[in-house]
């Protein structure tokens, strides 16, 4: 299917690796020039030339939980051109105690999953009203909606993500912007193996037999009972980029395997 993304700019925050990363790619095969973004100049680097077999990317490094990077960022972006499609991605994560989580610990997962949403939305939203045209696309999580214990704050500022896309959406009533979330589940990440490859190891057992071990203790609500690839989180965030996706806005579209149990 032709999604219609020749001639469209996308930028994609933290996409060096896993989601972010397969979400360029496909933007990039179907025919966006793509910006990417990550921490690390050397690896941004990389990717980026790695990711140019596929079309046209631009990679800027910057720590977009940084008020004064992300601005940086912002004027580099600006150099190119005017952005399209805007793809909040960055987020950090790690599963830690309640107790535990210090007051530093939540004022750096809301700078960097939810306050770099905010600051570069509003920057891009009100351009996109202004040519009326736009796309912006919020990857959020499941743990949004069925907060996980071990990650109360990861958990925290995915829910708030869901309700910034929608609250977003309202302001483009009328015109041909929309804003949508989309909620991915346990999808098979960087992150998502190393912390699968710790968890074999403490309870000695093979790969295979952990994932299992995994979805029955912590996801036994999953329909799919297995990780989605990043492929599979990317063609939707692609779907929702097309101009085919006009009718789709304000929405919050699962790719979670069916974990959240609700019609």
């Not at 095969?29 to 990417?36: C, D, F, K, W």
């Not at 960097?112 to 600051?119: D, E, K, Q, T, Y």
């Not at 952990?210 to 990043?230: C, G, H, W």
Request: hydrophobic share 45%.
């Amino acid at each position: 299917m032709d999604l219609k993304l020749n001639g469209k700019t996308a930028f994609i925050t933290g996409s060096t690796k896993g989601i972010g990363k397969a979400i360029a790619k496909c933007l990039l095969m179907e025919g966006a020039t793509v910006i990417i973004n990550g921490r690390s100049q050397t690896t941004v680097d990389f990717v980026t030339k790695e990711l140019s077999q596929f079309g046209m990317v631009y990679g800027f490094a910057a720590d977009v939980g940084d008020v004064g990077q992300t601005e940086v960022l912002l004027g580099e972006i600006e150099k190119i051109g005017s952005i399209d499609i805007l793809v909040n991605n960055v987020a950090i994560f790690e599963s830690k105690n309640f107790f535990r989580i210090t007051n530093s610990d939540w004022v750096h997962y809301l700078e960097v999953n939810l306050l770099s949403a905010v600051r570069i939305s509003q920057y891009f939203l009100s351009k996109m009203l202004e040519r009326n045209q736009g796309r912006i696309i919020t990857v959020a999580s499941e743990a949004g909606f069925k907060p996980i214990p071990e990650m109360i704050h990861y958990s925290v500022t995915k829910t708030a993500l869901i309700s910034l896309s929608r609250g977003m959406a309202e302001l483009t009533r009328g015109t041909n912007v929309t804003v949508n979330a989309v909620i991915p589940g346990p999808t098979w990440t960087e992150g998502a193996q190393a912390f699968i490859d710790e968890g074999a190891r403490k309870e000695n057992l093979d790969l295979r037999s952990m994932i299992d071990l995994y979805f029955q203790k912590y996801e036994p609500t999953s329909l799919l009972q297995r990780f989605a690839t990043v492929d599979e989180i990317a063609f939707m965030v692609a779907m929702l980029a097309s101009d085919l996706s006009s009718a789709i806005n304000g929405s919050s579209q699962r790719v979670e395997g069916g974990i959240i149990r609700c019609i």
